[in-house]
Structures are given as C-alpha cells and as structure tokens.
C-alpha cells in the first residue's frame, strides 16, 4: 500500500530586528508558492516564524517584549498568509511566540489543514537556556525567561492522511518526546528550530552543531517508525550565526531531502506513510518487544541519581 504525503521544509534565512511582521509574511508567501510548484501539500516553517530570535535580548520588564507576541492567529498581518494557503490548496506548520488572554508566555506552533482551519496547536515542552540576564554572554539566550513550559505534553493529530506530531527546537534532542509520539502511531514529526552556531556553556560543541542535529532527528525518526521534518531558521541574525541544514527524514533514518544554503530555501520529498509500518511492525514492534516495567525511572526521576 502507499499513503502519499508531500512535505515541503521551507527554511527561512535570518529575521533581523527592524523586518516587519508584513514583510516576513511576504517571504512565507514566497515560500509557500515555491513549495505548491513543486506539488506539495504540506509546507513546514521554522520556530518563531514570524520575528527575529528575540530572547537573544533581555529586558528587565517583559512586558517590553509584549510586540515579538501573537494574541491571536490568524491576525491581521499572518492572514494573507492563511488566505494563500487556501486558495493554492496547501497546508502548513507555523512557529510563533504566543502571549494568551491570561497573560502566558508559550513558544507556539500550529497546524494549518488545506481548507485553512487550524487543526492543532502545539506548546514547546523543553525550554532551554537562561532564566536570568547572564552580561558576560555575547548573546543571551533567555528563552526560560520569555517562554512557560507547556504542561500538554505531544499530541499526534489524524490529519493530512496520516497521524502527525509535532515538536520545537529543543525538543528534537530529547527521546522522550519521540518516544511519547511513536506511543500514539507518530507518521511525520513536524519540528521548527533556531540554533545558534556558537554553544555559550561549551563551545567545543560548536563545531559539531550539524552532526547533533542529524543525529537526534534520524535516531528519532527510525527509533520510532516516522518521517521527521526538522526545519530552521538559519543565516546571521543580529549578528549571531544559526545551524541552517533543514531535512527530511524517513523512518528508515535516511535524508530524503536537505537545504543546501542557510537562506530562504523550500526543500520537499514524496512521503509514502505506509513507509512507517515496515519499522513499527517489525524491529520497533512496540507491543511485542518493549519493556515498560523496567522504564520506571524515565517518568519518577528527572535528574540523575549517583548510588
Ligand atoms: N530554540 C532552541 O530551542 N534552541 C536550542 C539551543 C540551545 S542553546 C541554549 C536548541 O536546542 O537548538
């Protein structure tokens, strides 16, 4: 059997400070035409779509920051964007920051069907970085301070044909995310990012931000059966350099299709979802050959404990 689903990853070079939001959508319009030439259904964009990676910056009333936030999507400024999608029949995954009615801060993603209707809404799990101003960084990255950790955990949504899933940035690195949505039939991971070349805590993993990344989103993607959509915004914004090499990934683990440039750039590849069930039913045969009985420390114990 083949279950065809066409992705595009439509990667987005840098956003700096004084682009509008108007301008920006111009360029996911861009984007978004490119993917339907070359007949996708699905275009996927990066984390924090719309504006410059703010929590590079920090001020000392968040409120300040209130204008990098969506109070409402669609708005005003993204709905030509939702307008497009409908009239060239596309659907699409849109990263944002998101400041709700009652005051929460959420790093935000959503899925657009192709009639336009939001299907799903995912808030980011793991928020890495600094709670607090750190001045001897050359750059903060604060996101603990502008964004909650959202409780909801990762859903997977039937749609587009098949049951999808999503997750942001920094959620890529941790297997339990995965894992949550192998356990609910995951067949594509749609995951947007903003990755910062220079690693404060321990440049001596600077050089090998490309093979991390590779590495967590294949061993995701085949670990669990799934197609994974891992997709950046890359390129020198504000002076900080970000990890472009946006992909997709079969559940074999294999790279179907990567971005050669860390500009605007729409990759896509023909995904047959029935792909899935050559891992789920065989070597990642759940049901058959996991042992949840002995996993107990992975849901009672966050850190490490030394005996
Ligand atoms: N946006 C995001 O989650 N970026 C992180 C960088 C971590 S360094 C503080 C990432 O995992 O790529």
């Not at 590079?56 to 030509?80: C, N």
């Not at 060239?88 to 209707?117: H, M, P, S, W």
């Not at 070597?283 to 949840?292: K, Q, T």
């Amino acid at each position: 059997m083949t279950r065809n689903l066409h992705v595009a990853a439509a990667q987005l070079g840098p956003i700096q400070k004084t682009d509008d939001r108007k301008a920006v959508v111009i360029r996911l319009i861009n984007l978004l035409r490119d993917a339907h030439s070359k007949k996708a259904e699905l275009v996927v964009f990066p984390e924090l779509a719309l504006t410059t990676f703010f929590p590079r910056w920090f001020v000392d009333d968040i409120s300040q920051a209130d204008h990098w936030y969506e109070t409402q999507m669609p708005s005003k400024v993204t709905q030509p964007l939702f307008d497009e999608a409908k009239k060239l029949n596309i659907g699409f995954c849109l990263g944002y920051a998101e400041l709700t009615k009652t005051g929460d801060r959420f790093n935000t993603q959503i899925l657009v069907e192709r009639n336009g209707t939001v299907v799903a809404k995912y808030r980011k799990v793991h928020i890495p970085g600094h709670e607090h101003h750190e001045p001897d960084r050359p750059f903060q990255h604060a996101e603990r301070y502008y964004f909650k950790p959202s409780d909801d955990g990762f859903g997977v949504w039937k749609a587009f044909g098949g049951r999808i899933g999503m997750m942001i940035c920094n959620d890529r690195r941790w297997p339990e995310a995965y894992r949550v949505m192998g356990l609910q039939g995951v067949e594509m991971i749609l995951c947007g990012y903003n990755t910062p070349l220079h690693y404060v805590p321990d440049p001596s993993q600077d050089a090998l931000q490309g093979f991390h990344n590779a590495l967590v989103m294949q061993s995701g993607a085949y670990q669990n059966g799934t197609f994974v959509v891992g997709v950046a915004k890359g390129g020198v914004e504000e002076g900080v350099d970000s990890l472009a090499d946006s992909c997709i990934i079969a559940p074999s683990g294999e790279i179907l299709a990567k971005t050669a440039g860390n500009g605007d750039e729409v990759v896509s590849a023909m995904c047959d979802l029935d792909w899935c069930n050559n891992y789920k039913n065989t070597l990642f045969d759940f049901n058959r050959y996991r042992r949840p009985e002995v996993y107990g420390r992975i849901t009672s114990q966050r850190g490490s404990i030394l005996e």
